[in-house]
Nanobody
Framework: VQLVESGGGLAQPGGSLRLSCAAS????????MSWARQAPGKGREWVSG????????FSAASVKGRFTISRDNAKNTVYLQMSSLKPEDTARYYC??????????????????WGQGTQVTVSS
């Protein structure tokens, strides 16, 4: 079971980035997926989640209206479109697979597989 994130980098405040997470080794379409982030010196923060068929999403208040999570089950990939980026969005971003089949789990618990992360830096 593996998750591999990509798409991070440097963005200016107000800019956009799209993160991707390629999944393998499990039946991707059976599981909710989420994105979380961790800034230096801080705990891991859940950001957005999507259910198994992509029909339902939830996001943390800190990113609602700016970040959009989506998935393509044919490609075993989950995405995070980030817009109106702020310096406080600077963090390492991780995707995660839900431990069980079922609805989205908000928060960082309830996920059993994490990727290695991709760094996002928002700075002018």
């Amino acid at each position: 079971v593996q998750l591999v994130e990509s798409g991070g980098g440097l963005a200016q405040p107000g800019g956009s980035l799209r993160l991707s997470c390629a999944a393998s080794g499990f039946t991707f379409s059976n599981y909710a997926m989420s994105w979380a982030r961790q800034a230096p010196g801080k705990g891991r923060e859940w950001v957005s989640g999507i259910n198994s068929d992509g029909s339902s999403t939830f996001s943390a208040a800190s990113v609602k209206g700016r970040f959009t999570i989506s998935r393509d089950n044919a490609k075993n990939t989950v995405y995070l479109q980030m817009s109106s980026l702020k310096p406080e969005d600077t963090a390492r971003y991780y995707c995660a697979k839900a431990r069980d089949t079922g609805p989205i789990v908000t928060g960082v618990f309830g996920y059993d597989v994490w990727g290695q992360g991709t760094q996002v830096t928002v700075s002018s």
